[in-house]
């Protein structure tokens, strides 16, 4: 089956800088999405990746590594407002999205 | 409208009862979605449609439909809603179905089945 891997939930400090890992078996690869969401809110674009590599996009970073199946998203110098839920996405060989389950990350002053 | 609009923002609904869920986008997408989301689980794709006259079964379709008259509406149905269907609700478009294209969000309907 289909399966994407996210830790449940994570704390870091503000200002600090937290790394959320995903790690994915799909059958097929075309892409790895990040989304934020957050809480009673619609889930909104953040990053995306089909080649191995970091991709930078001011204070989000994120990197895949398709011969491991993993993915990471790195948030730098957090703020209170980045306190939400990533969510991880690969889109498989039908073009459609498999979706983790999402990390809630939880920013304490 | 800016955007996917989605109505209506909440609903409790008796069991047994039928529900259309409604889906409005002005950006001219292709495709369109319907998630569901569920505490401790990923979105799960309920159905999709690539285009308009065009629709397509996802993950967990049963006891849902959809259509796709114009580019614009994608509307779903609980014919028979049941406890198991209190979820929420995104739809969500894109303007192709290729590899790079990014889903955009409605704001969800939160629905609860009695």
């Known amino acids: 089956g289909q399966n994407i891997d996210q830790p449940t939930e994570m704390t870091a400090t503000e200002g600090a800088i937290v790394q959320i890992n995903c790690t994915y078996q799909?059958?097929?690869?075309?892409?790895l999405f990040w989304y934020q969401q957050h809480a009673g809110e619609a889930p909104t674009f953040l990053s995306y990746n089909v080649l191995d590599g970091l991709e930078e996009k001011g204070r989000f970073s994120s990197f895949l590594s398709r011969s491991k199946g993993y993915s990471y998203l790195l948030l730098k110098e957090l703020q209170m407002k980045d306190s939400a839920s990533y969510l991880c996405?690969?889109?498989?060989?039908?073009?459609?999205?498999?979706w983790g389950a999402g990390t809630k990350l939880i920013i304490k002053p | 409208i800016a955007g996917i609009t989605q109505a209506p923002t909440s609903q409790i609904l008796a069991a047994g009862r039928r529900m259309t869920l409604r889906c409005t986008q002005d950006m001219r997408h292709n495709a369109m979605y319907w998630y569901r989301q569920d505490l401790g689980l990923g979105l799960r794709l309920i159905h999709y449609s690539n285009t308009a006259g065009t629709t397509g079964k996802g993950e967990v379709p049963d006891g849902y439909s959809v259509s796709r008259a114009n580019t614009d509406d994608f509307p779903l149905t609980l014919a028979s809603a049941v406890p198991s269907q209190t979820s929420v609700y995104f739809c969500a478009s894109s303007d192709a179905s290729g590899r790079a294209d990014t889903q955009y969000f409605g704001p969800g309907t939160r629905l609860t089945v009695l």
């Open positions: 996405a690969v889109k498989d060989s039908n073009y459609q999205l498999i």
């Open positions: 799909t059958s097929g690869f075309n892409g």
